[in-house]
């Protein structure tokens, strides 16, 4: 199997809605979010722990060795979401809570082959796991470019949204 669909990290609601001290406000806050992408010799799944979510943990997929990059305008770790924190990256209308961010770019001489999906992780999170992925997304199949800019053109209606 491979990529088929883009989720939110079923452990990161349960520790969002679970607030321990280090997950306060996690929609709503000066964290910094990357977003890292990846080939498609992973299967997301968005049931995993934790500690399988995080980016670059010793026993997740989210590998270094599976990561597509750029020498360097999108290098290991991805690049920083903007637009998420201080209150710009939150929104909650009736039923719906919504987090939001800028499309993410890596501008300049960037040559990206077949990446499939993104990791969208808190790279300033360390507790309960350092690096703690919050959701991934599917491009739906391979994209590349070549000595251009990629970038990354999130959703409308949100990088993730969560409706109850």
Do not use: C
């Not at 637009?83 to 909650?92: C, K, P």
């Not at 790279?123 to 690096?131: A, E, H, I, Q």
């Amino acid at each position: 199997m491979a990529w088929t669909n883009s989720k939110i990290f079923r452990q990161w609601i349960a520790d969002s809605l679970a607030p321990t001290a280090s997950f306060v406000g996690k929609w709503n806050s000066t964290d910094v979010y990357n977003a890292a992408l990846y080939n498609n010799t992973i299967t997301p799944d968005n049931t995993v722990t934790a500690a399988l979510s995080g980016y670059n943990a010793a026993t997740s997929q989210w590998l270094t060795a599976n990561e597509v990059t750029d020498a360097t305008n999108w290098t290991a770790g991805g690049r920083a979401v903007t637009g998420t924190g201080s209150g710009g990256g939150y929104s909650s209308t009736g039923a719906t809570v919504t987090f939001t961010g800028s499309n993410t770019s890596g501008a300049g001489n960037v040559t990206i082959t077949n990446a499939y999906g993104n990791l969208l992780y808190d790279s300033t999170l360390s507790t309960p796991v350092s690096k703690q992925g919050a959701a991934y997304h599917f491009y739906g199949g391979a994209q590349s470019v070549t000595a251009g800019t990629f970038t990354i053109v999130w959703n409308a209606s949100g990088i993730m949204q969560v409706t109850f």
